[in-house]
């Protein structure tokens, strides 16, 4: 089945302790993204990566890092979380290879609280 | 300046009846693509319409339809027949073709459907 898999879904930590939320997808998109949803705000974009070792910040990058060794995966790494951070995270990815009609795929979300 | 714009922050619509769903956006750009997302309480994100720029026709799917006016720069979600099932948060996202594989998101509508 074709589809985006992040993990944890559920995820509570302290401030400071370093963190990974992991996105894979099985589907041999070039395009990977990340999104916090917060009320009121919508989808921000995070970071994204329009293929292998190459990734370029959203709109609200500040405390988060990601990666892309490997076309499938697209992890997202908090170094240092903090509240703020408090959040529903959305991996997804696309082909835009396949045309301008290619939707996003996303996962099901992860929904981290920093205390 | 807000890319997409959604602003209805919450609809309410009877059962069985048609309810549209506002979405307007800005882009210079003259290639560009338009999407719905519906987002259930479960929190997934589901893939619903999508319209081209160059469409000459509307895009239709089941009981969604998109009421594509591009002079106005809108596209609003038309839901047919509703059903208790189409309450959730539903979003517009626009990716344009010179800013390579970008979705930009609106802040989302929740619908209401009603018995």
């Known amino acids: 089945e074709a589809q985006v898999t992040q993990n944890p879904r559920y995820l509570i930590t302290v401030t400071g302790k370093k963190l990974t939320v992991t996105c894979s997808q099985n589907?041999?998109?070039?395009?990977m993204s990340w999104y916090r949803q917060d009320p009121g705000l919508g989808l921000r974009q995070i970071y994204y990566?329009?293929?292998?070792?190459?990734?370029d910040k959203g709109d609200v990058p500040e405390g988060y890092k990601v990666s892309r060794k490997e076309k499938r995966n697209f992890p997202l790494i908090l170094e240092s979380p903090s509240p703020n951070q408090t959040s529903l995270y959305f991996c997804a990815s696309s082909s835009p290879s396949r045309g301008y009609n290619s939707p996003l795929h996303f996962g099901n979300g992860t929904r981290l609280t920093v205390t | 300046a807000q890319k997409i714009t959604q602003t209805q922050p919450g609809m309410f619509v009877q059962e069985k009846e048609a309810v549209t769903l506002d979405c307007t956006y800005d882009?210079?750009?003259?290639?560009?693509?338009l999407f719905w997302y519906k987002q259930p309480s479960s929190g997934e994100m589901i893939f619903l319409i999508y319209q081209g720029s160059y469409d000459q026709q509307n895009a239709t799917e089941g009981r969604y339809s998109l009421n594509f006016q591009k002079a106005r720069k809108s596209a609003n979600l038309v839901i047919s027949a509703s059903q208790l099932g189409d309450s959730a948060m539903y979003f517009c996202a626009m990716r344009e073709d010179n800013t390579g594989n970008q979705f930009y998101f609106g802040t989302g509508t929740s619908l209401t459907v009603i018995p």
């Open positions: 589907m041999n998109h070039e395009y």
């Open positions: 990566s329009m293929n292998v070792e190459v990734t």
């Open positions: 882009t210079s750009d003259p290639s560009y693509g």
